[in-house]
């Protein structure tokens, strides 16, 4: 009995530069997303907004910032805390954060920044349609001033769009404004990450952005070790950074 192996053969290019890419991934690869272009009609950019709201209801990102926020809620008692979201996009998360807090019972308030304005009408949308009590509105988080009157300042899926250095100075200026707590929740460079990234964006969107975009995200996030570069650069004394799932982390900083 003789087999063939021409079918073997004919995978091992394919096969040898998916590694050969994968490798690449030691290094960070910041490349232009569709969702940063400014020419984006606003259709497809909401479009995008509402799967993208869908990928983090499935990856939990909420949850992921939920657990601090709720326990300085706990030991701020005496009074409501304040909660801002920068470069929110559609406004799912503080939106979910909203829901949250509604249901435990918690005083806190939410509220939710943007550069683009498309993002932050269809923030507002959705907020209406949730009956969720959160204020959106525009700031240019790189280059405005930060308001120095919340609690708490979050910021998801937003860094891995920056350059190291407006990395470095974003978390040093989120630092400053914060009146207790910083919270970065964003992608991990990492092959697995990368393959959850590229089969999660075919399989929960159809909008050929979020399928673009997805993967090219983790190809510009940073690893856990370059966040804390990042944190270190920025000054953020005693910072701790965890791993959550999906490959993702957890930027924790609280005011001593």
């Known amino acids: 009995m003789c087999f063939s192996f021409a079918g073997n053969r004919k995978r091992q290019p394919a096969e040898k530069e998916i590694m050969v890419f994968l490798a690449k991934l030691a290094l960070r690869d910041k490349q232009p997303e569709i969702m940063d272009q400014p020419g984006l009609k606003s259709t497809q950019h909401q479009e995008a907004l509402r799967e993208l709201a869908r990928i983090n209801w499935i ?18 008692s005496d009074r409501p805390i304040r909660v801002l979201d920068l470069a929110t996009g559609g406004g799912d998360v503080p939106i979910r954060l909203h829901a949250r807090a509604r249901r435990g019972g918690v ?12 993002a932050i009408d269809f923030a507002r949308q959705q907020a209406s349609q949730s009956n969720a009590g959160v204020e959106f509105f525009r700031l240019d988080a790189l280059n405005a001033p930060l308001p120095t009157d919340y609690d708490v300042i979050t910021c998801s899926l937003f860094l891995h769009h920056l350059e190291t250095d407006q990395a470095v100075d974003l978390l040093r200026r989120m630092v400053q404004a914060a009146r207790f ?46 966040t ?14 965890s791993w959550h799932w999906p490959c993702r982390f957890l930027l924790q900083w609280r005011r001593s």
Do not use: C, H
């Not at 926020?69 to 701020?76: D, F, N, Q, S």
């Not at 919270?183 to 159809?206: E, H, K, P, Q």
């Not at 990042?230 to 005693?238: D, H, I, K």
């Open 181 to 226: 707590m910083v919270l970065i929740n964003d992608l991990i460079r990492s092959r697995l990450g990368y393959v959850l990234a590229y089969l999660g964006t075919r399989v929960l969107a159809r909008s050929d952005i979020v399928r673009y975009d997805g993967p090219q995200s983790v190809r510009a996030a940073f690893t856990i070790p370059e």
């Open 228 to 241: 804390q570069q990042l944190a270190e650069r920025a000054g953020l004394q005693n910072a701790s950074i």
């Open 59 to 76: 990856s939990a990102s909420d949850a992921i910032l939920w657990k601090p926020i709720y326990r300085l809620a706990l030991e701020k």
């Open 107 to 118: 005083p806190i308030t939410f509220a939710g920044a943007d550069l683009s304005p498309s």
